[in-house]
């Protein structure tokens, strides 16, 4: 049974580029939420996903958004890239109406 | 406002000391509480969690207490080892009725056991 993946594990690019990471939920799980966590700090709910629709969202400008696969899988793009957006992106997948999230090993973005 | 207020931000014991970490959240409308560890490099990993008609959970040498009066939290590590060492967050969810619920974070604590 696979636990949450996302994919790539590093990047590095440069302000103002756009940027797609991606993330499969664990077997089951219909539900994918995604976080940023920046250096020393705890993870900031970006938003989630459920049914291929946003169905929260966090404190989070445009240039953030999301899909959801009918496979379940999400994406998440961030555009006009800012040094600020340097962080290490997490996500998380449960099934619905449950609580327990499980997290993936995240993406390293490095904006330069 | 949601937030959640984590402390101490730092934790250094001896190795079979106990260990305590406290949180106090905003929200009274919040009723499930997880505990979470990240490793150096790794992802954040469920270690305990709380919901809010259950005062106190336990599991082997991990015990979390929940004051729902006060919106207070906290996670208790008996008989500490080496390899508790790590970062610990607890987060609180909202209810928003029924749906899987974003995890409000606090800030960390960094917990080192020393041998």
């Known amino acids: 049974d696979a636990g949450v993946t996302q994919s790539p594990t590093h990047l590095i690019k440069t302000r103002g580029q756009q940027v797609t990471l991606r993330c499969s939920p664990k077997?089951?799980?219909?539900?994918v939420s995604w976080y940023q966590q920046a250096l020393g700090q705890g993870p900031q709910f970006i938003f989630q996903?459920?049914?291929?629709?946003?169905?929260q969202r966090g404190n989070f400008p445009d240039r953030f958004s999301g899909h959801q696969f009918p496979n379940y899988s999400s994406e998440l793009n961030v555009n006009a890239l800012l040094l600020g957006d340097s962080a290490l992106y997490l996500c998380?997948?449960?099934?619905?109406?449950?609580?327990?999230?499980?997290f993936g090993p995240g993406t390293r973005l490095t904006v330069l | 406002g949601e937030n959640v207020e984590q402390h101490p931000s730092t934790l250094s014991v001896q190795e079979g000391d106990s260990a305590v970490i406290k949180c106090t959240y905003s929200?009274?409308?919040?009723?499930?509480f997880p505990w979470y560890k990240q490793e150096l490099g790794k992802r954040p990993q469920l270690i305990i969690d709380?919901?809010?008609?259950?005062g106190e959970k336990k599991d082997q040498r991990i015990a979390v207490t929940l004051n729902k009066t006060a919106k207070h939290f906290s996670l208790h590590i008996t008989e500490t080892q080496p390899e508790d060492s790590a970062v610990y967050f607890c987060?609180?969810?909202?209810?928003?009725?029924?749906?899987?619920?974003?995890?409000?974070f606090g800030t960390g604590t960094l917990l080192a056991v020393q041998p």
């Open positions: 929200d009274s409308a919040s009723n499930y």
């Open positions: 996903y459920y049914e291929e629709e946003e169905r």
């Open positions: 998380a997948s449960t099934t619905g109406g449950t609580d327990t999230q499980y």
């Open positions: 987060a609180a969810t909202p209810n928003y009725g029924g749906a899987t619920n974003k995890l409000i």
């Open positions: 709380i919901r809010s008609n259950v």
């Open positions: 077997s089951g799980h219909d539900t």
